[in-house]
């Protein structure tokens, strides 16, 4: 169950099917997505595809000397695309594969588009999604949700990726979903109805114990998207965003002009693959090592103590740069991260969050946030997502001082729209929204606070809070999961215990949950969990899956005084 592989070896059979010679690949947007995240082009290169284009761009040149493969989404404009370019082809063959399932009435257009027969080749592969991590999938699709139903399309596109993704894992599932979401419901059954439609794709050799769906809603637990994240993957999306493994560092202060956007993937990058679920301390101390191994080797002795030093260092040593951009890279990105966490106090706001989130001292917690929010380094951002945190925790408590926070956020600068989401946060997430005890899951007794070593070996409280969705997919494997909050689709129930299970949130999953996913993986044997997601949020974007949700006014990012990056 691995997601990359997948759609690795799709692309691999699309490139050996059209045999050897010079080739082009032809994608669309979404294809180009699906391509780059498992993908390096120099990969690529080495299988004689030259020239990657896209065919929704005008003006592309005729190749009569160049094989055709086209991986494109079988939606309505595509297919009158490929019509066109049929008509006059500027290729000498074409084999076309589409990411889903195409209709009998599609492939007659183009059979009939094909005066020239130049197409050798008409194919479903099933990479009709995002693989980000080999058990994390993306759909890239924000907004699902508007008036707390499915926005219309939304729930189409879900589901071709969500029997996508199926497919391409070879796994005709057992479904369970979320009761107390009707969303969960109605995607459930129509997952289910286009496994009975196409039951000979579905046709896989039986194994002893069923893999399951598990169909989860976002609103059940709205906390975990709110919080300040700190291992390296969930961080670098938190403070800096990541886009299909592309982030912009263009706004750092004296970036240099090779540094403005970075890839980080953990197929083509050693370093970011063995600590992207490291935490911050330990990935300071894990760049420090390198730089010390190549000062042995370089019989350098300056002084390497902080980030700072690091960044010196590099710019200092153009060799050392060459011999590893990859390493200039993360110490780019490492510096960042660190500039932002000491100027907007995250150490202390992240503390309190997950104070808020796991323990219950009320008055306690209500000092420490209106400390914060006094304090003038803290982001205006940050003081939102903890006043957010305060009202789903305290939503029902006597001496709730919601509405003086909130006057608090007014006087702080930021705008009506940006105070009308706490609102909206309660309706899209509060207690009548979710169908778990999302706040019953903690024992504050038995709460151990972890610690992170700094660069120096500074501790700092770290994290206590796990995501729902990890005691969920426990009880799921213990057979414990109550099947009154998590009924099964159809007759149809598990005797055993499930070996493969894709679990999909709608409305987004995170990185703290991908990384609750493979502890599990790691630490249960015999037992293999994918995670997938209408999107993958961090706080910035679940703001406006929220405000889309309830139909609040979406904010703008501008957030009123003291928001500088």
Not at 77 to 99: A, D, F, H, M, T
Request: with cysteine; aromatic share 8%.
């Amino acid at each position: 169950m691995n997601v990359i592989l997948a759609v690795k070896q799709y692309i691999s059979k699309m490139i050996d099917d059209s045999g050897p010679g010079m080739k082009v690949l032809l994608m669309d947007k979404d294809t180009t997505g699906v391509v780059s995240m498992v993908y390096a082009q120099s990969e690529i290169l080495q299988k004689e595809v030259y020239l990657f284009e896209r065919l929704d761009t005008s003006g592309r040149e005729t190749m009569k000397h160049l094989k055709c493969i086209a991986f494109l989404r079988p939606s309505k404009e595509n297919v009158e695309l490929l019509c066109q370019e049929l008509r006059v082809p500027k290729y000498g063959l074409y084999y076309i594969y589409w990411s889903n399932v195409i209709s009998k009435q599609d492939v007659k257009l183009l059979a009939e588009a094909d005066d020239q027969e130049v197409v050798r080749e008409v194919q479903e592969f099933f990479g009709d999604y995002i693989a980000v991590n080999p058990h994390l999938f993306s759909l890239n699709l924000s907004g699902v949700c508007q008036s707390l139903t499915w926005a219309p399309h939304a729930l189409q596109r879900t589901v071709q990726g969500l029997t996508s993704v199926l497919l391409s894992l070879k796994k005709c599932p057992m479904i369970r979903f979320q009761n107390s979401s009707e969303m969960a419901r109605r995607l459930a059954e129509s997952v289910r109805q286009v496994i009975n439609k196409e039951a000979a794709l579905f046709e896989f050799r039986k194994t002893d114990v069923a893999p399951v769906l598990l169909i989860l809603d976002r609103r059940d637990d709205a906390v975990t998207p709110l919080l300040n994240q700190w291992t390296y993957q969930a961080m670098v999306h938190e403070l800096l965003a990541i886009n299909n493994n592309r982030i912009n560092l263009a706004s750092v202060p004296g970036i240099t002009k090779d540094l403005q956007e970075v890839v980080l993937s953990a197929e083509h990058d050693e370093f970011y693959a063995n600590n992207m679920y490291v935490n911050f301390g330990e990935i300071g101390s894990n760049i420090k090592e390198l730089m010390e191994e190549f000062q042995k080797k370089s019989k350098s002795q300056a002084k390497v103590e902080s980030i700072a030093d690091m960044k010196a260092f590099v710019e200092n040593y153009p060799q050392f740069k060459k011999m590893s951009g990859t390493v200039s890279k993360h110490v780019t990105v490492v510096g960042e991260l660190s500039r932002l966490v000491g100027s907007h106090c995250l150490l202390e706001v992240s503390e309190t969050e997950q104070e808020i989130a796991c323990q219950s001292d009320h008055s306690g917690i209500l000092q420490k946030i209106k400390g914060l929010m006094s304090n003038d380094s803290v982001r205006p951002l940050d003081m939102l997502r903890m006043v957010m945190l305060y009202a789903l925790r305290y939503e029902n408590h006597t001496n709730n001082d919601l509405s003086g926070l909130v006057d608090t956020l007014r006087k702080k600068g930021l705008s009506e729209d940006y105070r009308s989401m706490v609102q909206a946060m309660l309706e899209y997430g509060g207690k009548k929204a979710r169908g778990s005890d999302l706040f019953g899951v903690h024992d504050p007794g038995a709460i151990t606070k972890r610690f992170l070593k700094g660069l120096k070996g500074v501790e700092n409280v770290y994290t206590q809070h796990k995501p729902l969705v990890y005691s969920i997919i426990d009880q799921l494997i213990k057979g414990k999961l109550k099947e009154s909050s998590y009924p099964y689709l159809g007759p149809s129930q598990l005797k055993d215990r499930p070996q493969d299970i894709v679990v999909f949130v709608i409305g987004g999953c995170t990185y703290e949950e991908a990384l609750a996913i493979h502890s599990i993986n790691r630490s249960t044997p015999g037992v293999r969990v994918v995670l997938g997601g209408t999107t993958i949020h961090n706080f910035k974007s679940f703001l406006q899956e929220i405000s889309q949700a309830v139909g609040a006014t979406s904010p703008s990012h501008h957030m009123g005084r003291g928001t500088r990056r």
